[in-house]
C-alpha cells in the first residue's frame, strides 16, 4: 500500500547509521576552466559510488556534481557556472551569487592543466578566488603528460604564485585524473579541510532530485540537533521536489513534511510560539540557499505519521 512508509523507514535507516568519531563533512566548489579535466576528476574520485546527478530544472544554479563516502567523510562537490563579463546588471548578480557560493561553501578546489601550461583563463578565475576566504586547494591536474618531468617544478611555481601577493592556496596537489594518479592523496586533503559533522546524505540514497533529498536531511539535522533530547530519532522529513517560484525568478519553493510519531512529539517540533521550528527552518534555508545558489522559501508542515498510516481511508483521499 503505502510508498510513504517505506520512504520513512529508508531515511530513518540512512541517517542513523553510526559514524566515526571525527567524521567529517561538507561542500566544496569545483572550479576550474573548461577542459581542464573536472568531470575527469570528479569520476575518479566517486569511483564505482558514483553519484552524478542532473540539476533541478529551473533556476537552480549549484548542481551537485557528485557525492564521495568514505567511512571518515563525506564530499558533496558543486558546479558553479562560470563567471561571465560583468557587462550588464544581470552578470553582475550571476557573478555576485557564484561569489556567495564560494564564500559558503567549506573548501573550493581549484583545477589547472599543468600540462598546457596556466593561462589568462586561470589568471582570471584565480583574480576571483584570491577575493575569498575559504581555504582554495590548487589541483594540478593532467601530470601524466608532462613528459619532461624537470619542467613540472617551475610550472608548480607559476601556479603557488597565482592568487597573488598576501594570498596562497591551502595546498597545491599535482594528480592525473585520468590515471588516478595522487587522486587519493588529494581527496584526504580535501577532506583535511572540511569540518567534523554528519553525512548530509543518508547511505548512499541519491533519489532522482538529490537536492530535495538534501534539502529534507539538511532541516532533519537541524531538528535534530536541537531537539535531541527530547526527540530521540522519531523524526523523519520528506520533500517531495524544489520548484522555481511562479513569482519571482529568482527564488525556490521547497516544502518540507516532517512527519513525527505522536502527537506530543508534534508540539516539541513546533516549540513555545513555534521558536524551534522557526530557529531549525532557518538555519536550513540558509544552508540550502548556499548549496542552491538561489534564495529560497521553505515552508513546513508536521504530521502525526503513524496517524495517517493506520488510517486507509485517509491515506487514499491524500492520494497514497
Ligand atoms: N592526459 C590526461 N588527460 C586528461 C586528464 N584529465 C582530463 N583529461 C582529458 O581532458 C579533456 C577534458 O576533460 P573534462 O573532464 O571533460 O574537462 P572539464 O573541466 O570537465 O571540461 P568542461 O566540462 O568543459 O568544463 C578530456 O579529453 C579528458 O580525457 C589527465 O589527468 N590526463
Known sequence: MSGRELDL???????????????????????GRPNVGKSTLLNQMVGEKVAIVTQVPGTT??????????????????????LAKPRTLLTRRLNELVRDTWAGVDAVCFLVDVADGIGRGDEFLAAELAGIRTPVVAVA????????KASLL????????LLGEGRSFA???????????NVPALLDVLVS???????????????????????AEILREKLI??????????????????????????????DAVIHVERDSQKGIVIGRKGANLKAAATAARQEL??????????????TVAKEWQRDAKQLGRLGY
Not at 535507516?13 to 572550479?31: N, Q
Not at 591536474?141 to 619532461?148: C, G, I, L, P
Request: glycine share 8%.
Open 9 to 31: 523507514d529508508a531515511i530513518l535507516a540512512g541517517a542513523d547509521e553510526p559514524l566515526p568519531e571525527g567524521h567529517r563533512s561538507g561542500l566544496l566548489a569545483l572550479v
Open 61 to 82: 544554479r549549484n548542481a551537485i556534481r557528485g557525492v564521495v563516502t568514505r567511512s571518515d567523510a563525506q564530499l558533496v562537490f558543486l558546479d558553479t557556472p562560470g
Open 141 to 148: 591536474n593532467k601530470v601524466d603528460r608532462v613528459r619532461d
Open 154 to 161: 617551475p610550472r608548480l611555481a607559476r601556479l603557488e604564485g
Open 171 to 181: 595546498d597545491i596537489v599535482p594528480v592525473s585524473a585520468e590515471t588516478g594518479e
Open 193 to 215: 579541510h572540511l569540518p567534523e559533522g554528519p553525512r548530509l546524505f543518508g547511505s548512499g540514497h541519491v533519489s532522482d532530485q538529490p537536492e530535495a533529498q538534501l534539502a
Open 225 to 254: 540537533r536541537d531537539l535531541q533530547h527530547e526527540l530521540p530519532h522519531s523524526v523523519a522529513v520528506t520533500v517531495d521536489e524544489i520548484r522555481p517560484s511562479e513569482e519571482r525568478e529568482d527564488l525556490l519553493e521547497v
Open 289 to 302: 540557499e548556499v548549496l542552491l545558489g538561489a534564495k529560497v522559501f521553505l515552508t513546513t508542515h508536521v
